[in-house]
């Protein structure tokens, strides 16, 4: 019996001792607002054949994420989201030279999962308090993309619909690719087991599958549509579990 307790003494001291060691780490949920963007890089496009230049839509973002702490501040930030986007043009009857035709808007609902690493610098302003840095890799894997594009000849005219699926139209070619890889810059505040973060993935892959513009005729331009998918995002959050 005397050894058994001498055992249990000596195992609870080495844990204590390895719990002195652990990083100071944290896993917990954050949401907040995204605003991917779809841009189109083609040097010789026009803007308004069949899709804006830049299109920005508005969403949010929710996800876990799970956050380490391990030499002097340094450590890193890793998790899963899903954002959701949404984009309407505005009715318009002009095209990029001025010249008019009928009526017509565009609408996108955008849906994706992403899988975050981001390697992160701490900096204690006071107790518990913390500015940070952070950089990293997002891998981004759409769910859905919903296009759609509405005519009307005149204003009380009957509107027109033309939809689609982005990732796949009717005959299962692709408009756009499902996967995405981004780089991010950001920084964010941390107050005890509360935190906000802040900045901006620039897109590496290009998004596009096929040609997206046309020309007078209606048939496709002759060179490849290329451009990016970035993305603005602010996030706030809380650790339900924090070893500080």
Same mark, same amino acid.
């Given at each position: 019996?005397?050894?058994?307790?001498?055992?249990?003494?000596?195992?609870?001291?080495?844990?204590?001792?390895?719990?002195?060691?652990? &990083?100071?780490?944290?896993?917990?949920?954050?949401?907040? *607002?995204?605003? &991917?963007?779809?841009?189109?890089?083609?040097?010789?496009?026009n803007p308004k054949d069949t899709l804006d230049v830049v299109v920005k839509m508005k969403g949010f973002k929710v996800g876990v994420v799970y956050d380490a702490s391990f030499i002097a501040g340094f450590g890193a930030s890793m998790g899963i989201n899903y954002t959701?986007?949404?984009?309407?043009?505005? *009715?318009?009857?002009?095209?990029?030279?001025?010249? &008019?035709? &009928?009526?017509s808007r565009q609408l996108i609902t955008y849906h994706e999962a992403e899988v975050f690493v981001d390697w992160q610098y701490k900096f204690e302003v006071a107790k518990e308090t913390y500015l940070m840095l952070y950089t990293g890799p997002t891998i981004q894997c759409g769910i859905g993309l919903d296009m759609r594009a509405d005519h009307q000849i005149d204003q009380g005219?009957?509107?027109?619909?033309?939809?689609?699926?982005?990732?796949?139209?009717?005959?299962?070619?692709?408009?756009?690719?499902?996967?995405?890889?981004? *780089?991010?810059?950001?920084?964010?505040?941390?107050?005890?087991r509360y935190f906000v973060r802040g900045g901006y993935d620039f897109g590496l892959l290009n998004p596009y599958a096929n040609n997206q513009f046309v020309d007078a005729a209606g048939n496709p331009k002759d060179?490849?549509?290329?451009?990016r998918l970035d993305q603005w995002n602010i996030k706030i959050g809380v650790y339900l579990w924090y070893n500080d």
């Open positions: 019996m005397k050894k058994f307790f001498v055992t249990i003494v000596m195992a609870c001291t080495a844990i204590s001792a390895m719990a002195v060691d652990l &990083p100071k780490q944290g896993f917990g949920i954050h949401l907040g *607002w995204a605003q &991917p963007i779809l841009r189109i890089n083609t040097a010789d496009s959701f986007g949404a984009y309407n043009s505005g *009715w318009i009857s002009k095209n990029a030279y001025g010249i &008019p035709y &009928p009526r005219a009957d509107v027109t619909h033309i939809h689609y699926n982005g990732y796949k139209n009717d005959n299962e070619n692709e408009h756009f690719k499902r996967l995405n890889v981004t *780089w991010g810059v950001g920084a964010g505040f941390q107050y005890k060179h490849y549509t290329r451009g």
